[in-house]
């Protein structure tokens, strides 16, 4: 059982997840996005065939609309716990991909002073990924619990 603060925050993790998604997806439809996420798209191994069945734009919108569809299901969670387990293996995926880019890329990394640095768009979405890990932990037991 949850205190009013955890499922508060949790609430919050859920509904700031899903809207994350939800914008970025939505910015995968314009050719600025379209060209951002070419170099990562295109040197991941699980990705970079999409490119030679499909155009630039035509990747971008397809990853867009997953994103927006997934940010949904994830906002709908709130209303309908069975979209729960769905929804947080869905996003968990996601998150575990674009966290993927930082191995798969070349040039992500970089040293500054001696520090190894990142692009940190991408690291923020460890937090995201926690977010997914506990709406899937939350919505995999066997009764669904309709207090969340």
Not at 73 to 100: C, D, E, N, R
């Amino acid at each position: 059982m949850q205190n009013k603060i955890s499922t508060l925050g949790y609430n919050i993790g859920v509904f700031g997840t899903a809207l994350i998604l939800i914008w970025i997806g939505l910015f995968k439809f314009t050719p600025t996005e379209a060209a951002l996420i070419k170099p990562l798209v295109e040197n991941h191994f699980a990705m970079n065939w999409l490119y030679s069945l499909l155009s630039l734009q035509a990747v971008s919108n397809l990853i867009g609309f997953s994103e927006i569809v997934i940010g949904a299901l994830l906002f709908g969670t709130m209303y309908w716990p069975q979209l729960g387990k769905i929804a947080g293996i869905s996003s968990t995926v996601i998150f575990i991909t674009t966290l993927s880019f930082l191995i798969t890329t070349p040039g992500v990394w970089k040293l500054v002073d001696g520090f190894p640095v990142t692009d940190f768009f991408l690291v923020k979405d460890i937090p995201y990924l926690a977010v997914s890990l506990m709406v899937w932990g939350n919505y995999s037991k066997a009764k669904v619990d309709t207090e969340l």
